[in-house]
């Protein structure tokens, strides 16, 4: 039984990773919220029913409540329609409203960035 309980935890782990791989900030919530929520989840489940059904109970309402709140506390962007994020020359990066195809555009400075395609705009 350990060992099954073992091999369901490892394979979450590793769903949650590889969720963790997406661009969106609000999946990426999801996942932390979710991961966060199921060791609590388990902790708390554990400490009540000092059982494994309790532990894993206590898992899987952990990540669910933990994926819906990390959703459910995503930033819009303030109104600003969608934010691209941008890499300035020193390797920072910033959040910045889309300007036409894929944030080309002058309010930016433009940032001497290359894409590969045109040398740079």
Same mark, same amino acid.
């Given at each position: 039984?350990?060992?099954?309980?073992?091999?369901?935890?490892?394979?979450?782990?590793?769903?949650?990773?590889?969720?963790?791989?997406?661009?969106?900030?609000? !999946?990426?919530?999801?996942? @932390?919220?979710?991961?966060?929520?199921?060791?609590?989840?388990?902790?708390?489940?554990?400490?009540?029913?000092? !059982? @494994?059904?309790? @532990?894993?109970?206590?898992?899987?309402?952990?990540?669910?409540?933990?994926?819906?709140?990390? @959703?459910?506390?995503?930033?819009?962007?303030?109104?600003?329609? !969608?934010?691209?994020? /941008?890499?300035?020359?020193?390797?920072?990066? /910033? +959040?910045?409203?889309?300007?036409? +195809?894929?944030?080309?555009?002058?309010?930016?400075?433009?940032?001497?960035? +290359?894409?590969? +395609?045109?040398?740079? /705009?």
């Amino acid at each position: 039984m350990s060992f099954r309980l073992t091999a369901i935890a490892v394979s979450a782990l590793l769903a949650m990773s590889l969720a963790g791989c997406e661009t969106s900030e609000q !999946n990426q919530r999801a996942g @932390t919220g979710a991961l966060i929520g199921g060791g609590v989840g388990a902790l708390a489940g554990q400490a009540l029913g000092h !059982n @494994t059904k309790s @532990t894993v109970i206590g898992a899987a309402g952990g990540a669910l409540l933990g994926a819906a709140v990390g @959703t459910a506390t995503t930033p819009s962007g303030g109104g600003n329609g !969608n934010l691209c994020r /941008y890499q300035r020359p020193d390797g920072s990066i /910033y +959040n910045a409203p889309c300007e036409g +195809n894929g944030g080309r555009g002058a309010p930016y400075g433009g940032g001497g960035y +290359n894409d590969g +395609n045109n040398g740079g /705009y």
